[in-house]
């Protein structure tokens, strides 16, 4: 592999790290705070307050939602 090619595979290494663990982690954890109220902060608690009257089953169903469109933007990101 030339040393060209070695540059553009670390560069998207890199890139694709960044991507998983500053977007998907990210969003993930914070929809996760977010659905369970365990956030500290105050906006988003009374923002999203209504979260509170939704079953677990129902919360379960609306993370799984969030995760597949994080997936689905990602992907058509790198698409």
């Not at 998907?24 to 369970?36: M, P």
């Not at 988003?44 to 979260?51: A, G, M, P, Q, T």
């Not at 079953?55 to 799984?64: D, G, I, M, V």
Request: charged share 30%; glycine share 2%; net charge negative.
């Amino acid at each position: 592999m030339s040393e060209l090619n070695a540059n553009k595979e670390c560069i998207l290494d890199y890139f694709g790290k960044c991507v998983i663990e500053e977007v998907y982690d990210r969003a993930l954890y914070g929809a996760k705070r977010t659905l369970e109220l365990t956030t500290k902060n105050p906006i988003v608690l009374e923002k999203y307050s209504i979260f509170s009257e939704l079953t677990q089953e129902q919360k379960k169903k609306l993370y799984e939602l969030i995760t597949e469109t994080t997936v689905d933007i990602i992907y058509r990101f790198w698409k």
